[in-house]
């Protein structure tokens, strides 16, 4: 008879009281919906910045402005599709509420650190996908 082969042990992420989990969630389905919101609106707002520009004819290089829009746009936009709020990581809080008042203090070191290194993983990915939308917007050919 041969022994069961071992079982590796898994992570489980569980919430905090509220729906809190460091360095994973810590916005509830008010704050998802504003930031689904801005993250539209500056996409939005790059899409007519490089439409300003190639309407103006200017140089293509100059169309690397639309980098900060689209940087804007998709770290709002991350931080609905990953229900994480990067400037409530900074200050060591959590919403899960309805309103915008709703604020909870973040317990414990750990659970900060973990926070801000998600914060940091969002900043370099949306700061990735903003550059790949301003390379394409200055290589348009117009």
């Known amino acids: 008879m041969t022994a069961p082969a071992p079982t590796t042990p898994r992570l489980v992420i569980q919430p905090v009281g509220d729906g809190y989990v460091p360095g994973v969630c810590n916005i509830g389905p ?17 899409a007519l910045l490089l439409a ?6 200017a140089p293509a290089i100059a169309r690397a402005l639309v980098l900060l829009p689209a940087w804007g746009g998709a770290f709002s936009w991350l931080q609905a599709r990953r229900r994480f709020c ?10 899960f509420g309805t309103t915008h008042g709703t604020i909870n203090a973040v317990a414990g070191d750990a ?12 900043t370099r990915d ?7 939308i301003t390379v394409v917007a200055v290589l348009l050919p117009f």
Do not use: C, K, T
């Not at 504003?34 to 790059?46: N, Q």
């Not at 300003?52 to 004819?57: C, E, K």
């Open 30 to 46: 008010w704050e998802i919906r504003r930031r689904r919101i801005g993250g539209v609106l500056m996409l939005a707002a790059a």
């Open 52 to 57: 300003g520009l190639i309407a103006l004819h």
């Open 86 to 95: 990067g400037a409530y990581a900074m200050r060591g809080i959590s919403n």
């Open 111 to 122: 659970a900060h650190q973990a926070d801000i290194s998600a914060l940091m993983r969002m």
């Open 126 to 132: 949306s700061f990735a996908i903003g550059m790949v």
